[in-house]
């Protein structure tokens, strides 16, 4: 919370509801504005564990936070002396989420995650 409060975020979102790969997801793919979506370029290639468990795992107090290259030591430094663990993901841009793991590159196009996010429930009830 410090870090927000400091104004050194410019997103965040919690893993609570699907995990990592969801909330990386919903990060890329929604949007507040009119602007395009924005992708992410992430290395989960030094993260053990069960791949499910890591990408999908609705673990408390996970949160992905985005910020400037310039704000990424200020954050580190709060972050340690709160005691919080933090781990650098990767990187914003592109049209894709890309996510390398130990057990090789995921990928996915914005507008395809987008389409079934915004829709489906719409979708579903215009079919009833």
Same mark, same amino acid.
């Given at each position: 919370?410090? !870090?927000?409060?400091?104004?050194?975020?410019?997103?965040? &979102?919690? /893993?609570?509801? $699907? %995990? @990592?790969?969801?909330?990386?997801?919903? /990060? /890329?793919?929604?949007?507040?504005? #009119?602007? =395009?979506m924005i992708g992410a370029t992430i290395d989960l290639g030094p993260v053990t564990g069960r791949l499910d468990a890591v990408l999908f795992g609705e673990s408390q107090s996970r949160v992905v936070v985005s910020a400037a290259p310039d704000?990424?030591?200020? !954050?580190?430094?709060?972050?340690?002396?709160?005691?919080? =663990? @933090?781990? =650098?993901?990767?990187?914003? $841009? %592109?049209? *894709?989420?890309? !996510?390398?793991?130990?057990? %090789? #590159? @995921?990928? +996915?196009? @914005?507008?395809?995650? &987008?389409? #079934? +996010? +915004? &829709?489906? !429930?719409?979708?579903?009830? *215009?079919?009833?």
């Amino acid at each position: 919370l410090d !870090i927000i409060r400091a104004g050194l975020v410019r997103s965040a &979102h919690d /893993c609570a509801e $699907g %995990g @990592l790969a969801v909330a990386l997801a919903e /990060c /890329c793919i929604s949007r507040t504005d #009119p602007g =395009p979506m924005i992708g992410a370029t992430i290395d989960l290639g030094p993260v053990t564990g069960r791949l499910d468990a890591v990408l999908f795992g609705e673990s408390q107090s996970r949160v992905v936070v985005s910020a400037a290259p310039d704000r990424v030591d200020r !954050i580190r430094d709060k972050a340690a002396a709160a005691g919080v =663990p @933090l781990l =650098p993901l990767g990187v914003t $841009g %592109g049209d *894709q989420l890309k !996510i390398d793991t130990s057990a %090789g #590159p @995921l990928a +996915w196009d @914005l507008a395809a995650l &987008h389409d #079934p +996010w +915004w &829709h489906t !429930i719409g979708r579903l009830m *215009q079919a009833r």
